[in-house]
């Protein structure tokens, strides 16, 4: 089975560095996605990793391992409007050409002044 | 560019009736897809579709239907609902069946009494 673990809740200051770690047991691995969902709303894409290293982009940055079955999305300055849950998602060969997206429980941040 | 469409927005429904779920894109993607969103339990596959004519299934699709006739659309039925099927439902498309990222409608809220 496939397995994919991140913590239930974060809080972090205004301003501050905050890191969400995603660590994931399966089969197949072709990648890793991160998604931003604000409360009562769509996920939205934020990162795609798919070989060993560091992707940046703006405050948002995010980090692959596969031999380690690990990735973290780090989070720069952080700002008010970034309290949100993060998602973690492997995507998964599931034949015919297919990948599929396995979704983690998810990661409450919750910014605070 | 609308994107990922779904509607109703919110539904009740009763143990027993049945109802379909609308998911239309305007993106000419080829994959299209349903999740169900639990608190606890992350984003789950229900069915999923790669071209039209073509439907699978994912992790969760015990008392749910698709079919694919049109590119554009992608109709969840629930046959007799259960009020385990409450749940926040969201549509999701991606260019191909190929390693991508998801777009994400804006979500079904469903409660089943």
């Known amino acids: 089975g496939q397995n994919i673990d991140q913590p239930t809740e974060m809080t972090a200051t205004e301003g501050a560095i905050v890191q969400i770690n995603c660590t994931y047991q399966?089969?197949?691995?072709?990648?890793l996605f991160w998604y931003q969902q604000h409360a009562g709303e769509a996920p939205t894409f934020l990162s795609y990793n798919v070989l060993d290293g560091l992707e940046e982009k703006g405050r948002f940055s995010s980090f692959l391992s596969r031999s380690k079955g690990y990735s973290y999305l780090l989070l720069k300055e952080l700002q008010m409007k970034d309290s949100a849950s993060y998602l973690c998602?492997?995507?998964?060969?599931?034949?015919?050409?297919?990948?599929?997206?396995?979704f983690g429980k998810g990661t409450k941040l919750s910014v605070i002044p | 560019n609308a994107g990922v469409t779904q509607t109703p927005k919110f539904q009740v429904l009763k143990t027993g009736q049945s109802m379909t779920l609308q998911c239309a894109q305007d993106?000419?993607?080829?994959?299209m897809s349903w999740y169900r969103q639990d608190p606890g339990m992350g984003l789950r596959l229900i069915h999923y579709s790669v071209g039209a004519g073509i439907t699978d299934q994912g992790e969760v699709p015990n008392g749910y239907n698709v079919s694919r006739s049109t590119t554009e659309d992608f109709p969840l039925r629930l046959l007799s609902a259960a009020p385990s099927q409450t749940s926040v439902y969201f549509c999701?498309?991606?260019?191909?069946?190929?390693?991508?990222?998801?777009?994400f409608g804006s979500g079904t809220q469903l409660s089943v009494l």
């Open positions: 993106m000419n993607h080829e994959y």
């Open positions: 998602a492997v995507s998964l060969y599931s034949g015919a050409g297919s990948y599929q997206l396995t």
């Open positions: 999701a498309s991606r260019r191909d069946r190929l390693n991508e990222k998801l777009f």
């Open positions: 399966t089969s197949g691995f072709n990648g």
